[in-house]
């Protein structure tokens, strides 16, 4: 065997253990959470479609790196937080953004660097978990009092009607229940003013079957409403339903259509759904 040979090999060998071991990370890490949530006798209907390791500080210091966000997200995550940052437009000068649900990776330190850049007047950081939002606190200390964080169910918000200029809604609706999904879109249609704009970053149904398939038994072991999001709940449709709001869309997919980010106008003058 030539040097060149055995190189490539060693390269591939590597590679594969590599992402091999970042699979049985995250494997053993969401089925020992599975199991802790499934022998807990406190249950709350408002968190119980929740993983473990979204309510527990240990099990978020073990996920909250952006090699595993990024391996969940196939190399895609990146990609899907500039495109969201950069739907936020055109200025946040003087503007209030609103992110519902914030969890993993650097998603948040993202929009607080854009705010603190072009003079936002505030970023609003919820989750339905207290451990999420000090976590989300720690990460984004250095902004100070741009941020302000606060614990709240996304589909009973405590804000006002129309009180925020963007709403920021990554990768939430895969994790709720059909009929929470719903609510969510009503909230967010709700906080926001007129001309204010909803960005989503979700889960899409990809045109590659072989990505289907796969997507479908990840989701099946994973994440059990997420082909919700395949079969019958589609963001730009719900939106006008829910809303009675003819939203104005630009749509963004990623990776032969399995990831989408959708920016969602809510134009002037329209119905208050
Ligand atoms: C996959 S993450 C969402 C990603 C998150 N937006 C981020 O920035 O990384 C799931 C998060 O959604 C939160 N969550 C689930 N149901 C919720 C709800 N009804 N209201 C608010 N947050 C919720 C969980 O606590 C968890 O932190």
């Not at 049985?24 to 406190?42: D, E, L, P």
């Not at 072009?118 to 000090?134: H, P, R």
């Not at 609510?183 to 007129?194: C, F, G, S």
């Not at 395949?230 to 829910?242: G, M, N």
């Amino acid at each position: 065997m030539t040097m060149q040979t055995d190189s490539f090999l060693f390269f591939i060998s590597i590679a594969a253990a590599v992402l091999a071991s970042i699979g049985i990370y995250f494997f053993i890490i969401t089925r020992i959470s599975i199991i802790v949530q499934s022998r807990s006798v406190k249950s709350d209907p408002d968190t119980a479609h929740i993983y473990w390791i979204y309510k527990s500080p240990f099990f978020i210091s073990l996920m909250d790196r952006m090699f595993v966000v990024s391996s969940i997200l196939l190399l895609q995550y990146n990609k899907l937080v500039s495109c969201v940052v950069k739907r936020l437009n055109p200025s946040l000068k003087g503007k209030r953004i609103l992110q519902i649900s914030c969890a993993f990776g650097n998603i948040s330190e993202k929009i607080a660097e854009r705010c603190a850049e072009q003079g936002a007047a505030e970023f609003v950081l919820t989750d339905i978990m207290q451990s999420e939002v000090d976590n989300a606190q720690k990460k984004l200390k250095k902004f100070g009092k741009l941020c302000t964080f606060l614990k709240q169910d996304a589909t009973k918000l405590e804000f006002e009607d129309q009180s925020f200029d963007y709403v920021v809604v990554f990768f939430l609706p895969h994790e709720l229940p059909f009929a929470k999904k719903g609510m969510l879109i009503e909230e967010a249609n709700r906080v926001l003013k007129p001309g204010g704009k909803i960005v989503f970053g979700e889960f899409h149904k990809p045109r590659l079957k072989v990505l289907e398939i796969l997507g479908r038994i990840y989701f099946y072991v994973f994440e059990p409403y997420a082909t919700e999001m395949w079969d019958e709940f589609d963001i730009v449709k719900a939106l006008e339903e829910k809303t009675g709001n003819h939203y104005i869309i630009e749509k963004n997919t990623f990776l032969f259509d399995n990831f989408q980010v959708v920016a969602a106008e809510r134009p002037q003058f329209q119905n208050q759904a």
